[in-house]
């Protein structure tokens, strides 16, 4: 049992009302533009995000207005239960539906490549970088989000998905780093700005798909298709992603907010 | 001699648009024969089983034997124009925006004596070949056109009032990602369409024919993504006015049965593509292309839908496939209704396996990407209903015809 | 078998309710005045009249048997008969023979048409089921464009010029001046005949009658029913029927007239010369010279000479459609097929509407119509005499 603390969530609930804790808005607008993942056409491939009005104040509904949407479980900024890959699927707790609502609240670390990848869409992650990042900010916090900021979001839609006739070339984790991440430093998952957490040419990884595999194989999550990791600080975020409570549900698209601590801009 | 077609000038914003009249389209059954005909590009008309008597006007015993078994035979074309009027004054609101319009009285070397519009260089006393066509009232009319081709001959006002020729009229192709909307692109570039406009969907997915597409003349890229009501709706607010033909190119292709294809999401992408993508563009530009029937050289004329001839009868191989294509088969001859009273024809092309990709495995005969094209403008060009491009598409309308059951049969082994 | 005469039956009561262009009033109101002045002149009860034929385009939904109930009448001989310009000569002869074998004594034939603004319209599009599927959709322009092909054919196929039918239109309009009710009451030059607006070419405005809303009506009875109604009466010399004759000819150039011609001369016992007036059926002038050549008054094909070569208003050489005909004096309707056989009847009873033609002993009617696809099917015509 230990000492009971008392937690002022009043005065917290002041600091976000006054901006002394700001909230920003790491999620990207759910709309028929935005891309999706693009698997191989014999595949079964990810619905993308549509919109069909139901009324609007007219003969179908007087004096209000509603759609129905249709979407994928992984459109848009969205999250990834262990359920999703193969390696994460007998895991308890596995599903969004069934994860200690807990997690859905964590402290975020955020690691800037955002000119290497300027410079190269291809830039993987690798261990020697993050122990440099490590050697300025410290190093990461057991049970944290690694967010990465490629600045991928500022692109222009058409550049987002990175596709070539050999398929996508954004930025991503090389599977030393993955490994890493869970077996050193027990992170809490993986967040990035593309689409995917994986490298744009993972395929090609061993094992294929290293965010997933590794991630999703102990029971940790992911995060994609982020915007606005550029307003962060490399430590000391708290990150609020909790996925819609979907039975056995692998994933769900979500609003992911950021609580930083600072005063009024 | 027929006065070649002139470019039209930029529509005068100011001016009211002149509403679609139609001329009467009430006939008995036995006339709709014609229509049946005409539809296909045929020239056919009742042959008593009995007696062999060629008969016109459609009736329903022979007038030489009382036969009540009159089917409708393809029969000879030509004949000699005996005598011809041209009409200056009428009741009827169509043709009195019309007038002066020639009609004639044509003997047919098969026997009968055929009242016919006359196309400008059928001359009185002369040889002429006969063609049946759906006029904007959807059935079917006989024009005299002369013996030999003319000079600038499409281009005859009463003719050009028939079909739905795509020269000076602007095309949209919904869907330019494909092989076959590229081809399309093509086709209606060479035919002579004023602006040939290309829809695109996902512009960040990059795609083969991107660069040919662009290089092709009069070719416009647009946004379009017709499973999205939004996209279809704004691209018809923005150029809605200024398309006079849509040919729908969006194309859903899988194998795979309905028992034996596991799961949904196929068969939802498939509706969404082919079913509700026809929806989309029919709620969208149904309504501003039948208010534009009449407006001008470059009126508003058709809608095209190229449809899988498994639409008529269900390929299993190909059957969840099958089974969309006939849903958009029967939304099409709702939309031929619902487009009539601005006489605006659906057109719909139906072809067997095509030379693309999704369909790579499956032997030949198949059609390819020229073949198709060039079938849908010529189909246009010729005003066209119903039409049967390659060897399987007319293979099975014809065992169609004779049994169905069989067909059934057969297409399952 | 040699045809019965018709002795015995004889026609009387020439009504006409004047012509007005366009009525507000229905067909019945036209055919119910038409009767109630046939009464009135005849001094007869409505339950006299013990048969009726009745001849309309415009009375639907009622056919004659509705009409029964609507005027009161209680016939034992109704006919509805529904052939156009050949209805009056058709309903004479249908008459007469009942009348002869005492089906019924005293016949009221009635033929009329009401004319709202869109009744032609109308008309036109639901004519036939061949005209419907076959003529309507082609420029729709009506009967005019059919007898403009027509009138081609003839002018191509026998010389005929626009002058001829001028003569033609231009007597019958010098015949009409004096009728009260014509439609077209002014003299008409070759010059206005000549520059008249296009219809169908080479068809012009004058060769084409002006629709209108009126009656016509004639009682059809015993010889003696008349005398004892002191009405002065015509006898029927010979009548001659036919429909769809010459189906095999590529295009109209003779009416079924050609076929039994003979056959009307010899039962009455006259030849084309004998009679002092003709009425043709005049729907257009190209029809009224076919009918000079298929009534046996020249050879096919001798029309424009024929008409070169005569006068044909009432005081001429040839007097023909002595009231103006239809071309003057506007066609009711079906009214149109009795406009001939009523004037004739005036005519041959010294009780003309405008001026009387001398020596007015026997004539020739003549009647046509019915277009269903590209030709008139129907012809008719009749001799009659003064009674003696």
């Known amino acids: ?265 | 001699m027929t006065e070649p077609l002139v470019r039209p000038r930029r529509k005068n914003p100011l001016k009211r648009t002149r509403l679609p009249l139609r001329p009467q389209g009430v006939r008995s059954r036995a006339a709709h024969g014609l229509t049946a005909a005409a539809a296909e590009g045929r020239f056919a008309l009742q042959v008593c089983l009995d007696c062999n008597t060629v008969i016109y006007p459609p009736r329903d015993a022979c007038p030489s034997c009382l036969s009540a078994r009159l089917p409708f035979r393809d029969v000879a074309r030509g004949g000699t124009l005996v005598a011809e009027t041209t009409v200056r004054t009428t009741t009827d609101p169509y043709f009195r925006e019309r007038t002066p319009w020639r009609v004639g009285t044509v003997k047919l070397d098969a026997g009968p004596v055929v009242v016919a519009h006359l196309h400008g260089d059928a001359v009185e006393g002369g040889r002429v070949r006969l063609e049946l066509k759906l006029d904007k009232s959807g059935s079917a009319v006989a024009i005299a056109l002369p013996e030999k081709d003319t000079e600038n001959m499409a281009d005859d006002r009463y003719l050009r009032e028939m079909t739905c020729d795509p020269k000076f009229r602007r095309v949209l192709i919904t869907d330019g990602r494909t092989t076959v909307g590229q081809a399309m692109a093509q086709a209606f570039s060479d035919a002579g369409a004023a602006i040939v406009f290309v829809g695109l969907a996902d512009p960040w997915k990059p795609f083969p024919g991107m660069a040919g597409l662009r290089k092709i003349e009069r070719v416009e890229i647009v946004p379009l993504d017709v499973t999205d009501s939004e996209s279809v709706t704004e691209l018809a607010e923005q150029n809605g006015a200024r398309i006079d033909i849509v040919v729908n190119t969006a194309e859903h292709v899988r194998a795979g049965g309905v028992v034996d294809r596991h799961g949904l999401t196929i068969a939802r992408e498939e509706i969404d593509v082919r079913y509700l993508g026809l929806l989309r563009l029919a709620q969208a530009f149904g309504p501003i292309l039948r208010s534009r029937g009449a407006d001008g050289v470059n009126s508003a004329a058709a809608f095209v839908n190229l449809l899988s001839v498994h639409a008529l009868m269900n390929w299993p191989a190909y059957g969840s496939y099958s089974a969309t294509e006939a849903a958009c088969l029967s939304a099409a001859q709702c939309m031929r209704a619902e487009l009539r009273p601005g006489g605006v024809k659906v057109v719909n092309v139906f072809f067997g396996p095509l030379e693309t990709e999704w369909f790579q495995t499956v032997p030949p005969p198949k059609v390819t990407l020229a073949v198709l094209a060039n079938a849908v403008v010529r189909a246009l060009q010729h005003g066209l209903e119903d039409v049967f491009v390659g060897d399987v598409a007319e293979d099975i309308r014809q065992r169609l015809a004779v049994n169905p059951k069989a067909l059934e049969r057969e297409m399952a082994n | 078998m040699q045809r019965k005469s018709y002795e015995g039956a004889v026609a009387c009561l020439p009504v006409t309710i004047p012509y007005r262009r366009y009525s507000t009033n229905s067909a019945q109101w036209w055919l119910g005045r038409a009767l109630h002045e046939l009464i009135k002149r005849a001094g007869l009860r409505l339950k006299d009249i013990d048969g009726f034929a009745v001849s309309s385009f415009t009375v639907g939904p009622d056919t004659a048997v509705g009409l029964t109930q609507h005027f009161g009448l209680s016939p034992r001989w109704l006919d509805h008969i529904p052939l156009g310009g050949a209805s009056g000569i058709v309903a004479l002869r249908r008459a007469a023979r009942a009348v002869q074998a005492g089906d019924a004594d005293i016949v009221a034939c009635v033929a009329g048409d009401t004319n709202h603004v869109d009744s032609f319209r109308k008309m036109l599009s639901t004519f036939s089921r061949f005209a419907q599927d076959a003529v309507y959709p082609y420029g729709s322009g009506g009967a005019n464009a059919s007898f403009a092909l027509i009138t081609k054919h003839y002018m191509n196929s026998y010389g005929a010029k626009r002058e001829d039918f001028a003569k033609i239109c231009i007597a019958q309009r010098d015949n009409a001046m004096s009728i009260p009710h014509a439609m077209m009451k002014k003299k008409l030059t070759l010059d206005e005949y000549m520059s008249a607006r296009p219809i169908a070419d080479p068809i012009h405005l004058f060769d084409c009658v002006m629709p209108c809303a009126g009656a016509e009506a004639f009682v059809v009875c015993r010889e003696d029913v008349a005398k004892s109604l002191n009405l002065p009466s015509v006898r029927i010399l010979s009548t001659i029927e036919r429909h769809n004759a010459f189906p095999n000819d590529p295009m109209q150039i003779r009416g079924g007239w050609e076929l039994d011609i003979d056959e009307l001369w010899s039962m009455a016992a006259l030849r084309p010369k004998d009679v002092d007036f003709v009425q043709t059926y005049d729907d257009y002038p190209v029809i009224s010279m076919m009918q000079f050549e298929d009534l046996g008054f020249c050879p096919k094909g001798a029309g424009p000479d024929f008409v070169r070569s005569h006068t044909l208003t009432n005081d001429g050489t040839f007097p023909h459609n002595t009231s103006g005909g239809q071309l003057s004096v506007g066609q009711a309707g079906a009214a149109g097929g009795f406009l001939g056989l009523v004037e004739a009847m005036r005519q041959l009873t010294s009780q003309p509407l405008g001026s009387q033609v001398p020596n007015a002993n026997a004539c020739l009617v003549s009647g046509f119509g019915m277009i269903n696809y590209d030709r008139g099917l129907s012809s008719c015509a009749a001799v009659l005499a003064r009674a003696a």
């Open chain 1, 1 to 265: 049992m230990g000492v009971l603390m008392t937690v002022d969530l009043m005065a917290f609930a002041r600091a976000v009302a006054s901006g002394d804790i700001r909230v920003i808005d790491l999620t990207q607008t759910l709309s028929q533009e935005f891309p999706t993942i693009v698997l191989p056409p014999e595949l079964g491939q990810c619905a993308p995000f549509r919109m069909e009005e139901v009324s609007r104040y007219d003969e179908r509904g007087p004096a209000w207005y509603w759609n129905n949407v249709s979407l994928g479980e992984h459109t848009g900024t969205h999250f990834d239960a262990p359920i999703h890959w193969i390696s994460g699927k007998d895991l308890p707790n596995n599903a969004v539906d069934t994860i200690n609502v807990a997690q859905f609240i964590a402290p975020a670390v955020v690691i800037d490549c955002s000119k290497e990848c300027a410079a190269d869409p291809d830039f993987a992650l690798t261990i020697p970088f993050v122990e440099q990042w490590e050697a300025r900010h410290g190093e990461i916090e057991p049970r944290s989000w690694v967010l990465l900021r490629t600045d991928w979001s500022k692109h222009a839609y058409t550049d987002y998905a990175g596709l070539r006739d050999d398929g996508a070339h954004t930025p991503g984790p090389e599977p030393a780093v993955v490994k890493w991440f869970v077996e050193q430093r027990d992170v809490h998952g993986f967040g990035t700005e593309t689409i995917g957490t994986d490298f744009g040419q993972g395929q090609h990884f061993n094992p294929p798909y290293p965010a997933h595999f590794f991630m999703h194989g102990k029971g940790r999550f992911g995060l994609q298709c982020l915007t606005n990791l550029d307003l962060l600080p490399p430590k000391g975020a708290i990150i609020i992603a909790a996925p819609l409570k979907i039975k056995q549900g692998s994933g769900s698209p979500l609003r992911v907010l950021a609580l930083v601590a600072g005063g009024n801009v």
